[in-house]
Nanobody, 121 residues
Framework: QVQLVESGGGLVQAGGSLRLSCAASGSFFSINAMGWYRQAPDKQRELVAAMSSGGSTNYADSVKGRFTISRDNAKNTVYLQMNSLKPEDTAVYYC???????????????WGQGTQVTVSS
């Protein structure tokens, strides 16, 4: 059973910083892309940032220059450093990972449980 466990959300004032972490655990062969999505009330879930297994990154325009995604492949963990936070960054943040597991091996996307980030003005 593969699990993604997130941590690091919370309440912060505008201009502040938070760091999210997401660790994959369980039985699997490898992790391809890992990323972060967010969903604000009454809005669709959107991609925030993603990183391939080779290190290529992709960011939403709204977070470029403020957020940084990184990963520690040895720990099967992805991070999201969020700086210069704005009230519009308030949302539930979800970790996502594309994981190769099982026999026969299949590629499947997994989601974390979500962590709330609230930015006060």
């Amino acid at each position: 059973q593969v699990q993604l466990v997130e941590s690091g959300g919370g309440l912060v004032q505008a201009g502040g910083s938070l760091r999210l972490s997401c660790a994959a655990s369980g039985s699997f062969f490898s992790i391809n892309a890992m990323g972060w999505y967010r969903q604000a009330p009454d809005k669709q879930r959107e991609l925030v940032a993603a990183m391939s297994s080779g290190g290529s990154t992709n960011y939403a325009d709204s977070v470029k220059g403020r957020f940084t995604i990184s990963r520690d492949n040895a720990k099967n963990t992805v991070y999201l450093q969020m700086n210069s936070l704005k009230p519009e960054d308030t949302a539930v943040y979800y970790c996502n990972a594309e994981i190769m597991s099982g026999l026969p091996v299949v590629r499947r996307g997994y989601w974390g449980q979500g962590t709330q980030v609230t930015v006060s003005s």
